[in-house]
């Protein structure tokens, strides 16, 4: 069945069916679009029980990140969405309210008592919550962190030729100028990319960078709310991202993405990559990435 545009409740939509007697609901089919990720997968299969519950059936169309947008935009410009329930990241949380194109969640919220309390304030006011509407709820955590590869840290001939190289110890980095350095080191002399890096532009090297930012002590905006990306901060991430893109990164890491990325890291074939939490159950499964689980990838 295909809703009209505006009737994208998203999360909602299942916590109010969930409340429904499941007769009520019977012969109801849902389709969402959702990216291709873990998250989904762990949805996908709670599914079964949810039908079972509310009688409702839940389809997934399941697409990779750079698809997404184009794909979602089409669908919601047009005068009926074949989707009903949309999995929006939250680069676009001020894009597709703005167009009109998602429910108000807050009048769903409120007759349901739906619990907004274990979500970080700032996270639903950074998704566009204000007194007045709450265009989306969070969904799913994508906090950034290094991963990286013991055993080729910890591999005897290249602590023995770092320290001849360096003066320095191989060991974890401390910084993100001990980062890049390594990083470099381990693509001349390890025989792997120093860098799984995702510098397509957009989502992919914004995400990327801002650890570069934050790491060297910069920020987007000051404390006058002004664009402070010139600060000696910046500047200095800014060149360390450049040097390791050029120097310590995978051949065609301007145009590689997420996904580009963790196939090179799960092939073994490079040492490290700046990426999501929950990239790390991914690449220590040994039935998924055979040739770096067994190579104990860094927590």
């Known amino acids: ?90 680069l676009w949380a001020g894009e597709f309210p703005a167009a009109g194109w998602l429910v108000d969640l807050k009048p769903l919220v409120e007759k349901s008592d739906f619990d907004l309390k274990p979500f970080i304030p700032a996270m639903l006011d950074l998704l566009g919550r204000t007194d007045a509407q709450l265009p989306l709820i969070p969904m799913y955590n994508y906090s950034m962190g290094l991963i990286y590869r013991t055993d080729l840290i910890e591999d005897a001939k290249l602590k023995e030729a770092y320290k001849a190289e360096t003066g320095k110890e191989l060991a974890k980095p401390e910084t993100l100028a001990d980062y890049v350095a390594i990083s470099k080191f381990m693509k001349e002399k390890a025989g792997v990319a120093g860098a799984a890096m995702q510098g397509q532009r957009g989502d992919p090297n914004a995400m990327e960078f801002s650890n ?33 893109i050029k120097n310590g990164a995978q051949q065609g890491a301007l145009s590689a993405t997420l996904d580009d990325t963790m196939r090179l890291m799960c092939s073994g074939q490079a040492f490290s990559m700046v990426t999501y939490w929950w ?20 927590r």
């Open 1 to 90: 069945m295909a809703f009209q545009r505006t009737a994208l409740a998203a999360l909602m939509g299942a916590t109010m069916l969930a409340a429904m007697p499941s007769a009520f609901a019977e012969g109801v089919t849902l389709h969402a679009l959702m990216e291709d990720v873990p998250e989904t997968q762990i949805i996908e299969k709670m599914l079964p029980d949810f039908e079972k519950e509310t009688g409702v059936k839940v389809e997934f169309e399941k697409i990779g990140y750079g698809d997404m947008h184009d794909k979602l935009v089409a669908q919601l410009v047009a005068p009926e969405s074949y989707y009903n329930l949309l999995e929006v990241d939250f």
């Open 212 to 244: 570069y930012l934050f790491s060297a002590g910069g920020t987007y905006l000051g404390a006058d709310r002004k664009v402070a990306l010139d600060s000696a901060e910046g500047k200095t991430a800014l060149g360390l991202y450049v040097d390791n």
């Open 279 to 298: 990239m790390l159950p991914q690449i220590d499964n040994k039935e998924k990435c055979p040739a770096v689980a067994a190579r104990s990838p860094s």
